[in-house]
């Protein structure tokens, strides 16, 4: 009898481990299958995205002309961006352009996606009207612009002056300069921010505007007091995109005034390239590079530390 008992612990013991071994096995085999089908992607990263950007992070150490023997000089790039009256300047229109651009997006996409989620005919020409400027390409779009804000034979100022103004030289004048450029940007990406709130607002419960409209609340207060509040975690997504995208503007200053006049457009991604490939500083301009990219996330910290005392659903 005792011989039968021991021998049952024994099969129950090797049941026991051989189920472990088997389950440990499917794990490997699981965890083997999940890393086989992001191995693309991580591949991907590795050679076009985190292997430049350390390769980048080596040149910012080193005095790197495009031609010649690189000499390495530790931190001294760094130290010369704080005594950079260039990088002073192309910083602050980086930062006026961003507080024109990303207000003055956000609050327009709100009020066509205010408008354009009401029914009525027609509204899906509107829609894409508006929705086509986003999926043009940025080349074309600022080399138009370019041609619509000509001093004299521009479309603009043709406008204006059947009205009897006499319309600046948008872009040859250092006041008007960036402000036409923030007109142009906002126009030509509005649109998807558009999408963004348009989406937002589609998803807030009609009960709640039908309980407010019996207590008799105007339709300003229907969208200060429920469709603003529902639609912040939204909001907050499109201001963390808007202002990284603003701090990273380029095209649109290459192709309508190369940073000028005096340069007042100048912002910090052209500066950037402008020292790489016009100065070839290729080691100082990986180290504005590494500026610009701790600027970016120390902004992207910060929103993300102060979400919680505005947004949403958030704790």
Do not use: C
């Not at 530790?74 to 002073?88: L, R």
């Not at 990303?102 to 509107?126: D, Q």
């Not at 190369?258 to 080691?283: C, Q």
């Amino acid at each position: 009898m005792s011989t039968i008992s021991t021998e049952t612990n024994k099969n129950v013991r090797h049941n026991k481990q051989k189920k472990k071994r088997n389950h440990v096995r499917m794990k490997w085999r699981d965890n083997l299958e999940g890393w086989l089908f992001i191995s693309p992607m991580l591949l991907g990263f590795t050679i076009f995205m985190f292997g430049p950007l350390l390769y980048a992070l080596f040149m910012s150490l080193h005095e790197w002309p495009l031609l010649g023997e690189e000499t390495f000089i530790g931190m001294e790039n760094y130290q010369q961006i704080f005594q950079d009256a260039d990088f002073s300047n192309a910083l602050w229109n980086t930062v006026l352009f961003s507080l024109g651009l990303v207000p003055l997006n956000i609050i327009l996409a709100m009020f066509l996606a205010s408008l354009l989620r009401e029914k009525f005919a027609g509204i899906g020409f509107f829609r894409t009207a508006i929705f086509v400027p986003v999926v043009t390409s940025l080349i074309v779009w600022a080399i138009v612009w370019k041609y619509l804000l000509a001093p004299e034979y521009g479309f603009i100022n043709q406008i204006l002056g059947f009205i009897g103004i006499d319309g600046p030289s948008w872009l040859f004048n250092e006041n008007t300069a960036l402000p036409a450029v923030i007109v142009v940007s906002v126009l030509k990406n509005v649109g998807l921010n558009m999408i963004l709130f348009l989406t937002a607002m589609q998803q807030v419960p009609g009960e709640l505007y039908e309980a407010s409209e019996l207590d008799g609340a105007s339709r300003f207060r229907k969208f200060r007091n429920i469709t603003l509040p529902l639609i912040t975690p939204t909001i907050f997504l499109v201001i963390i995109i808007t202002t990284i995208g603003a701090m990273k503007i380029f095209g649109q200053i290459y192709v309508m005034t190369r940073g000028g006049p005096s340069d007042s457009t100048k912002v910090l991604v052209y500066y950037i390239w402008e020292t790489a490939f016009n100065h070839f500083e290729m080691g100082y301009a990986s180290a504005l590079a590494f500026v610009l990219f701790f600027i970016l996330l120390v902004f992207t910290i910060i929103s993300w530390v102060v979400r919680k005392r505005w947004v949403f659903y958030e704790d």
